[in-house]
């Protein structure tokens, strides 16, 4: 299965979907950390300046393993298309908000029919913290993704609870709970299928 990582940086996700023979196409502006990705799981990869656009493609031997070091905007369905899948960790929730439609009309256009779309969100109230990530009610997802993907919310949970502190990772609980007072904050994931 062919899955795309928009603003991967070097998240292990990857490594877990590649390792499962997946092919994995991820695209990222920061060229550092895709190259501490590649050397840190010991990928042996070429590297080639692209043609149509400013920037880098790192692909495994295996070419199983794409990373796309430039501008997400700037990709296009005639550089990767056909994905199965998309894995989406908070990407569509960092991006500029006038930016949403863009983003969506831009990773819809990667994917083949009936692409299964793994959406990570976030949900918060608070005046002391400023996005990203931008907090993204359901009715907000439904209401980007409708008519162009079928939607269901598969799990919600604290993000500040001691329960969820390995999946949410030890260093970002410890920010979100130094920096923001009396605070309540979820983590949302959606399975999106587009249509």
């Not at 299965?1 to 023979?21: A, H, N, Q």
């Not at 790192?58 to 550089?79: H, V």
């Not at 199965?84 to 569509?92: A, E, I, L, N, Q």
């Not at 908000?97 to 959406?119: G, Q, T």
Request: net charge negative; proline share 3%; with cysteine.
């Amino acid at each position: 299965m062919s899955i795309f990582v928009p603003l991967c940086g070097k998240t292990e996700d990857m490594f877990w979907l590649y390792s499962r023979g997946h092919t994995v196409v991820g695209v990222d502006i920061a060229a550092i950390g895709l190259e501490q990705f590649l050397n840190g799981h010991n990928i042996n990869f070429s590297k080639q300046k692209l043609e149509k656009i400013d920037g880098t493609l790192y692909t495994s031997e295996d070419g199983r393993l794409r990373l796309y070091a430039c501008d997400l905007f700037k990709m296009t369905n005639e550089i990767e298309s056909g994905f199965m899948g998309v894995y989406d960790r908070m990407s569509f929730a960092a991006i500029n908000i006038n930016d949403r439609k863009k983003y969506i009309e831009l990773v819809l256009s990667m994917c083949a029919p009936d692409c299964r779309f793994l959406l990570e969100t976030v949900t918060y109230q608070s005046a002391d913290y400023s996005p990203p990530p931008h907090s993204l009610e359901d009715s907000m997802v439904k209401e980007y993704f409708e008519g162009r993907c079928s939607f269901r919310k598969l799990d919600s949970i604290d993000a500040l609870l001691n329960e969820n502190r390995e999946r949410i990772g030890a260093k970002k609980q410890d920010h979100l709970r130094d920096n923001l007072k009396a605070f309540d904050m979820r983590y949302n994931l959606f399975l999106l299928t587009c249509k």
